[in-house]
């Protein structure tokens, strides 16, 4: 079993900045890529970035704005969040696409909480 343990949401105001980190935790044989989801409310689930051996992939809503890294050692990828919108504002899900005893398929953790708003 993969968990995924997610951390750093809140509120935060117009123009600010937050960090959120996603550490991966149990049986794992191989990382093909970690990344962070979003979803609001009435809305489906969108890709918000990831990063694979290949580099960084970004959604267009938050070029320039977001970062995503990651520590291999830890297994952990982060997500740094600057001039957040009110419309940033959703749940963000960590993601992890590997093998864990041999079978490949998405894991994902229990979502964080980001509201944008004054």
């Known amino acids: 079993q993969v968990q995924l343990v997610e951390s750093g949401g809140g509120l935060v105001q117009p123009g600010g900045s937050l960090k959120l980190s996603c550490t991966a935790s149990g049986s794992i044989d191989s990382i093909r890529a970690m990344g962070w989801y979003r979803q609001a409310p009435g809305k489906e689930r969108e890709l918000i970035a990831d990063i694979t051996i290949g580099g960084t992939n970004y959604a267009d809503s938050v070029k320039g704005r977001f970062t995503i890294s990651r520590d291999n050692a830890k297994n952990t990828v982060y997500l740094q969040m600057d001039s957040l919108k009110p419309e940033d504002t959703a749940v963000y899900y960590c993601?992890?696409?590997?093998?864990?005893?041999?079978?490949?398929?998405?894991?994902w953790g229990q979502g964080t909480q980001v509201t944008v708003s004054s």
């Open positions: 993601n992890l696409y590997g093998s864990s005893q041999f079978m490949l398929r998405n894991y």
